[in-house]
Nanobody
Framework: QVQLVESGGGLVQAGDSLRLSCAAS????????MGWFRQAPGKEREFVAG????????DYADSVKGRFTISRDNAKNTVYLQMNSLKPEDTAVYYC????????????????WGQGTQVTVSS
């Protein structure tokens, strides 16, 4: 069973930066691509970014492209999401996810979820 634990959320002002971390409990996570999704109040959960565990290929939603960067540290079984130039519309609960392969962008494609971490961006 893969367990994913997010950290790094918080309250920031517009224009600030945050880095989220997702620690996986087991090295079997190396068989998955990893990603971040987010869910704002009253909205559906949406894809944010994805990365292959071994190849380093990345995928981003248009809304975050150029502002967010996904990366990974295989030695630590950890995935990161660096978020720069944050906007109030980035406010959401951010979830780490394990998926079968990069390019999968819907919640139904996710094999394992983290518990989520709140990011709030004030204007």
């Amino acid at each position: 069973q893969v367990q994913l634990v997010e950290s790094g959320g918080g309250l920031v002002q517009a224009g600030d930066s945050l880095r989220l971390s997702c620690a996986a409990s087991t090295r079997t996570v190396s068989s998955y691509a990893m990603g971040w999704f987010r869910q704002a109040p009253g909205k559906e959960r949406e894809f944010v970014a994805g990365i292959t565990w071994s190849g380093g290929n990345t995928d981003y939603a248009d809304s975050v492209k150029g502002r967010f960067t996904i990366s990974r540290d295989n030695a630590k079984n950890t995935v990161y999401l660096q978020m720069n130039s944050l906007k109030p519309e980035d406010t959401a609960v951010y979830y780490c996810a394990a998926v079968a392969h990069i390019g999968l962008r819907t919640s139904s494609d996710v094999n394992h979820w983290g518990q989520g971490t709140q990011v709030t961006v004030s204007s």
